[in-house]
């Protein structure tokens, strides 16, 4: 927006003005005689009291409704008397601060002077206002405003005062000899300019630093090569010795002083806070692993990042550490778990363990939790109870074909027997404390891990609940496997499935009969081959349709053209898939899908083809 006159060139009016004039149109521009902008808001209403009604030429403006007029660039010979009505009110720029002034009334009788001070140009952040009978003072006014907009100067460590300050006359000569100083090395400026431009190239193309630093590069470098030395208080770039390292986000930096030979050093980091170790515990708690934080880095301009070996060591040293914080959180959930099953007046702890590995062949390491499958007050989810870790020992080799250990590791075993030996070491934490709590455990678990084998002998442990989804993986290989029943595997599955829904669902239901597992496996098996015969007198209502609408027809494949060895067969075929080793059940509603989606939470910390 431009204004214009003929003749003249158009003149841009600044931001302010602007902005005023789009949101307000009711505001009426003018041109102050120093060059300035105001604005006069036309939206109000002016009003003529009943003091106006007689002209009064006194100056005491406290009391005068009038005002007189006096301007010094005009000529005027006897300057008019105008009278101040309320409701006027005009709008400016002080000293970088938007300024409203207004006239009021007080009741019709007097006039009351009011004026506000905002610091935005939306006029929304007040930041001083006052109302007084006085008129509105120039002097006053501007004193207000600079008192608000203008902090006190401080120059290494002095306020800068109108007064100034007095000095003695030994610090008035120390001053004269750091001007004469000065003004010889204002005619060597130039020189080290250039001297300083070439050497902050050459340490970047020779270092090879990049950005290492939240700020540019060649500013930091500036700042640090143009302080004077310590001792001889050396600014003479050509006199002085560079000497850069970096190491992960740290830049050292040595300055040798070639005339006092002292040496002066600088980094980017304090001795409290490495950046590299923030950058690898950053990793941890933002669940991001190497290379997403590499991108984000990059990002945001640092080109020059940690190594591989380097930032993984850095987050070695925050394990110890979150290690022991992980065995307190644990140790207090199954507490708390213990005691919440006896406040119900049970004996039985329900819980649910699977494993988390890398998917590549031979994995290194491997992590495993068991979660409490209840509700305890102060949980947002399932708590952890107990967790451990197994690691195979690392080995690499030399030139000469001679193995050294890299890491010790606390598994020698193959991978498969991963998820035994870490759960043998979670039933090894657990056992006296319950034991001590006289409480038994109940546990799910999925069907990649033949539980038999490792929970079998253990006392404290009632019963071992197998997960249906990886069971029934197993049974669809099974079946799938068979040339003679393998058009039934939907079939079979699809009643067997239904068996195990009904009865967990009966055992959570106390107004029904809980189901045992012998009763379930005979209804599955027995009741499957009588459903196929068109026999529903062994099924369940909440499995087969046809018990109570006999009207519905039985789908195919099925067994009703089929002899009775035929059948036998199909039923010996049955309990063959539905095996399931001893303490095992499928009544239950525990799950591990909790600790399924527990492992994918680790994942976003680290990738699985990545060791943890």
């Known amino acids: 927006m431009t204004t214009s006159t003929k003749g003249k060139k158009q003149e841009k009016l600044p931001n302010w003005v602007q902005h005023m004039q789009t949101y307000n149109p009711a505001l009426k521009i003018f041109r102050r005689a120093n060059g300035g902008y105001m604005f006069r808001d036309t939206s109000r209403t002016l009003e003529v009291l009943s003091i106006h009604a007689e002209l009064q030429t006194s100056k005491e403006y406290c009391s005068n409704p009038y005002y007189r007029a006096i301007t010094k660039k005009e000529n005027i010979p006897t300057p008019p008397w105008v009278p101040l009505l309320p409701g006027y009110c005009v709008i400016g720029k002080l000293c970088g601060q938007y300024i409203r002034l207004e006239i009021q009334s007080n009741n019709g009788e007097h006039l009351i002077y009011s004026w506000e001070i905002y610091e935005n140009v939306e006029m929304s952040e007040l930041i001083y206002s006052g109302a007084n009978s006085d008129f509105f003072k120039g002097e006053k006014l501007l004193k207000k405003v600079s008192v608000i907009s203008q902090p006190p100067i401080i120059c290494h460590g002095i306020e800068i005062k109108e007064p100034g300050m007095q000095l003695t006359p030994e610090a008035t000569l120390a001053l004269a000899v750091e001007y004469e100083a000065l003004k010889k090395l204002e005619d060597t400026s130039q020189k080290d300019q250039e001297l300083l431009n070439n050497w902050i190239q050459k340490t970047l193309e020779e270092t090879n630093i990049g950005s290492t630093i939240f700020v540019s590069t060649d500013q930091y470098l500036t700042s640090i090569y143009t302080q004077p030395c310590l001792t001889y208080h050396n600014l003479d770039l050509s006199k002085k010795k560079l000497d850069v390292h970096r190491i992960g986000h740290n830049l050292q930096i040595k300055i040798k002083c070639k005339i006092c030979q ?237 068996c195990v829904y009904a009865a967990s669902g009966r055992k959570l239901d106390e107004n029904k009969i809980t189901v045992s597992d012998a009763e379930l ?81 680790k994942l976003c910390f680290q990738d699985k083809k990545i060791d943890y």
Not at 546 to 566: C, F, G
């Open 262 to 498: 002292g040496i002066t050093e600088y980094s980017n980091e304090s001795p409290n806070a490495q950046f590299s170790s923030l950058a690898a515990g950053a990793g941890l708690v933002g669940g991001v692993n190497r290379q997403q934080l590499q991108t984000i880095f990059s990002i945001i301009g640092i080109t020059a990042q940690s190594s591989k070996g380097h930032y993984h060591n850095k987050q070695n040293e925050y394990l110890e550490k979150i290690n022991d914080e992980a065995e307190i959180s644990a140790q207090i959930a199954l507490t708390k778990a213990i005691a919440h099953i006896k406040a119900k007046g049970e004996r039985i702890l329900p819980t649910s363990f699977d494993c988390s590995w890398s998917h590549c062949r031979n994995a290194n390491q491997a992590s495993g939790e068991l979660i409490y499958q209840g509700n305890l007050d102060g949980y947002d989810h399932k708590p952890v109870i107990a967790f451990a870790t197994a690691e195979k020992p690392r080995k690499l080799k030399k030139r000469n074909g001679q193995e050294y250990e890299v890491f010790h590791g606390n598994h020698e075993k193959t991978s498969r027997q991963m998820e035994h030996a870490i759960l043998l070491r979670i039933i090894e934490k657990i056992v006296p404390v319950l034991e001590a709590a006289e409480v038994l455990l109940d546990i799910g678990v999925d069907g990649d891990l033949n539980s038999n084998k490792t929970l079998n002998n253990i006392p404290c442990v009632s019963k071992v609940y197998a997960d249906l989804k990886h069971i029934g993986k197993n049974i669809r290989a099974k079946i799938a496997k068979s040339s003679m029943w393998k058009e039934y595997e939907n079939t079979i599955m699809t009643y067997y499935n239904s």
């Open 521 to 601: 496996e005979k209804v599955q098996i027995d009741g499957l081959v009588a459903h196929l015969s068109d026999d529903h007198s062994l099924c369940w209502d909440e499995v087969c349709w046809r018990k109570e609408n006999p009207d519905i027809q039985l789908k195919a494949p099925h067994l009703k053209e089929y002899t009775s060895n035929q059948r036998e067969k199909f039923r010996q075929f049955l309990k063959e898939c539905f095996y399931i080793p001893t303490k095992q059940s499928l009544i239950t509603h525990i799950k591990t899908s909790y600790n399924e989606a527990f492992n994918r939470v």
